[in-house]
Nanobody
Framework: QVQLVESGGGSVQAGGSLRLSCLVS????????MGWFRQVQGKEREAVAA????????YYGDSVKGRFTISQDNAKSTLYLQMNSLKPEDSATYYC?????????????????WGQGTQVTVSS
């Protein structure tokens, strides 16, 4: 049974930092994409950061570039999102995901497995 469980969300003041973790369990044959998405009510789920497993290259959305960093542990059991210099507009539910399809890794349709999300609230 494949499961993704996010943790590390919470409330923080603008300018602060949070580190999100995603524990991945179960067998996934071919990991192409590992990513973080976020969503607020009434808006589309958007890609925040993605890790291209084969190459190790990363992608960041324009709104978070320079502030967020995606990484994984050596065993590939945990995906991280380090978030610095947080802004109120970063407030959202954050989801981690794993995809097996060769793709851009920037669309929700590229991913097969999803966590249930963790809430991040940034106050001014």
């Amino acid at each position: 049974q494949v499961q993704l469980v996010e943790s590390g969300g919470g409330s923080v003041q603008a300018g602060g930092s949070l580190r999100l973790s995603c524990l991945v369990s179960g067998y996934i044959n071919n990991r192409r994409c590992m990513g973080w998405f976020r969503q607020v009510q009434g808006k589309e789920r958007e890609a925040v950061a993605a890790l291209y497993v084969s190459s190790g290259d990363t992608y960041y959305g324009d709104s978070v570039k320079g502030r967020f960093t995606i990484s994984q542990d050596n065993a590939k059991s945990t995906l991280y999102l380090q978030m610095n210099s947080l802004k109120p507009e970063d407030s959202a539910t954050y989801y981690c995901a794993v995809g097996r399809i060769p793709a851009t890794c920037t669309s929700r349709w590229d991913y097969d497995y999803w966590g249930q999300g963790t809430q991040v609230t940034v106050s001014s």
